[in-house]
């Protein structure tokens, strides 16, 4: 207020001089007058530097925004340069379809980052990030086994290819229920290895492959899972693998040594084979002992269909009285020589603790359900081998 109050007092002031000498009164007002101009001099002075002081800082404010502007500008756009490349870089793919061939392995248990980084160094895709956002984004599995693949594909062309099981090779799957003999044949077949090899590396009694409790006889001595058998150099491999993590498996699930262990196997294999169902797996396991324990024989159509070489649906009534069949556990009392098959881990729990009952007689009654009924007596026994015909004309 009071610079500009000053401003306007000396724009719009006047002051009247008087001829000849000055009174006392003219002298004193000079003076006044003269002090007055000089003192508003100086505050205009002192308004003009604080004024130019003013502008100064407004224009080195002004130049500090516009140097921190421009500094900004620059390294966002270093930034944002740094983030797109990187960006552009993950998400790197090929259009496909793609050239050449390339043999590509999944292993069992491999994640879909080991997957790609292994799909980027066979140059089959452009980025890691571009093939396991192909997995995640379209919920798909990738599987073990050995494909055919090309160079430069797109990553979702790749994914639908190690996402499709029936695309997979060189994997031999080993289930629960298989028989040794059909595994075999499938580890010839997928590793290229003559069938004749494996049956060398068991001949007189597989020395080095398997233990001594399995007497020679590899049938229920292998472990069910998945298996590159294309990378495996020999039949002895392959079957030394499948043995070596069956007796890991049993040893883990507490199975019992020596004799005991071959016995399990036998009875977990006739459970596996007669009902296949976890539910049920513990009262067969009972009947067996039960049988055994009063000298009966246990009279099991998968036995005699495993001597014959059929499936228990197709046994015939003359082999049904074939004595010859070391497996008739309807004519021979016990237990097989060996175990039928392949026993999963639920089956060969069920021989550590199978479940109390006075059963002697089971009959799964619904082939399409697997619903089993469990009999301590005959007259039970064969009511419920009635209700199997009802319910299964085709199989009488």
Known sequence: MSDNFDEFFDKHAKWTEHDGEPSSESSNSSKYKSSTVSSRKRAKARLEAKKRRRRAKVVLSILLVFVLAVVGYFGYSAVRAWKLSQNSESVADWPG?????????????EGAISVANKLVKANVVKSQSAFTSAVSANNKILYPGVYSLKKHMAAIDVVDILSDQTKA???????????????LQKASTLSGISLDKFKAALADGAAGILPAEANGSVEGWLEPGVYNVKAMKSADAILSAMVKKRIEKLDSLGIPKGKDREKALIMASIAEAEVNNREYYG???RVILNRLAKDMSLGMDSTVGYGAGVKPIKLTQAMLDDANNPYNTRIHKGLTPTPIGIAGDNALLATIKPQDGPWLYFVTTNLKTGETKFADNKDDFLKFRDEYKRNNPEGN
């Open 97 to 109: 379809p793609g050239f050449g061939t390339v043999e590509f392995t999944i292993d069992t248990g």
């Open 169 to 183: 090779g060189g994997f031999l799957e080993v289930r629960a229920g298989d028989h040794a003999a059909d595994v």
């Open 283 to 285: 009262k067969v396991i």
